[in-house]
């Protein structure tokens, strides 16, 4: 190596650094995810062959198909996202996992700590053992449940694709419908009809907005 190549290598050396800080990707897997199904992460097909499930990083873009999808993540924390959903899958500061619906329905099976869901730039935190879902319906609006009665209490913070926000004056905000008994059974059995686990699967399946 030439005295000038050397220099610049040096020079170079806190870029590199800081790009491989600021990478959606750094910091090692958050977890795995498996379907039945094919699987898009960042764009690029799942490769299922040989192994049960992929791993996903912190800012990774899930993309499920025509099976639901299954991720487990560090945390223990579980989820299945539905048939045709979008969604982000993020760490935030204090390590919680954080998930962002772009479309589709995420159904949390029981909460060790906690789990934060954005969908439509609603926030909801689902108390601990608690089991249910949140879903973006086929007119765009926010379906919720959780079988601990928690839920209700959820939807009034904010929140975008990097984590919770602060709420700015005149911004504008879908409302949440907070459905429980035989319309949340229905909506719970879609998951299980699109190949999660729970559920009925002789229930009509989760209606989900179309892609954007």
Do not use: W
Not at 24 to 32: A, E, K, Q, Y
């Amino acid at each position: 190596m030439t005295k000038r190549s050397m220099l610049l290598a040096i020079a170079l050396a806190p870029l590199t650094a800081m790009a491989a800080s600021d990478s959606p990707n750094s910091g090692g897997p958050l977890g795995v995810v498996s379907s039945d199904s094919t699987v898009l992460v960042n764009g690029k097909e799942a490769d299922f062959r040989g192994i049960p499930a992929v791993p996903v990083s912190s800012g990774d873009t899930l993309g499920v198909t025509e099976s639901a999808a299954r991720a487990r993540f560090n945390d223990t924390n579980r989820v299945e996202f539905d048939k045709r959903t979008k969604a982000v899958v993020r760490k935030l500061k204090d390590d919680h996992i954080f998930v962002y619906l772009r479309e589709g329905g995420v159904r949390f099976l029981p909460v060790v700590g906690k789990l934060y869901i954005c969908a439509e730039d609603r926030l909801f935190i689902p108390v601990p053992q608690a089991e249910g879902f949140v879903v973006i319906d086929k007119d765009d609006k926010v379906l919720a449940h959780d079988n601990r009665e928690s839920v209700d209490k959820q939807g009034s913070e904010h929140c975008n694709e990097m984590g919770p926000v602060a709420y700015h004056a005149g911004g504008k905000t879908k409302a949440v419908i907070i459905i429980s008994g035989a319309a949340a059974a229905a909506v719970a059995g879609g998951f299980a009809a699109a190949g999660g686990e729970g559920g009925s699967s002789s229930n009509k399946p989760l209606s989900v907005s179309p892609n954007r």
